[in-house]
Nanobody, 127 residues
Framework: QVQLVESGGGLVQAGGSLRLSCVSS????????MGWFRQAPGKEREFVTV????????YYADSVQGRFTVSRDNARNTVYLQMNSLKPEDTAIYYC????????????????????WGQGTQVTVSS
């Protein structure tokens, strides 16, 4: 059974930075694309970014393009989300997720394509 554990969230002022980590265990991490999603209070969960199994392909939501960077270290079974120039509207619980199908990244914005989810880490950006 795959387990995903996020860390690195916290409270930061607008314009600041945070780096989230997500450690995977119990599966073949290097075979799966990994995504980050977020959910703000009263809103639906939304796609943030995805990285392919080798890290060669990455995609971002328009709202974070140019500010967030996703990366992965398959030797450490870890995916990262570097968040710079944070805005109050980035406040949310951030979740990492593993695709259900190995070596697949299509339809990456659809949360239903992801089988395993972490518990989430809170990011709060103050103005």
């Amino acid at each position: 059974q795959v387990q995903l554990v996020e860390s690195g969230g916290g409270l930061v002022q607008a314009g600041g930075s945070l780096r989230l980590s997500c450690v995977s265990s119990g599966g073949t991490f290097s075979s799966y694309a990994m995504g980050w999603f977020r959910q703000a209070p009263g809103k639906e969960r939304e796609f943030v970014t995805v990285i392919s199994w080798r890290g060669r392909s990455v995609y971002y939501a328009d709202s974070v393009q140019g500010r967030f960077t996703v990366s992965r270290d398959n030797a450490r079974n870890t995916v990262y989300l570097q968040m710079n120039s944070l805005k109050p509207e980035d406040t949310a619980i951030y979740y990492c997720a593993q695709r259900e199908t190995p070596y697949e990244i299509s339809n990456y914005q659809n949360s239903l394509e992801y089988k395993y989810w972490g518990q989430g880490t809170q990011v709060t950006v103050s103005s």
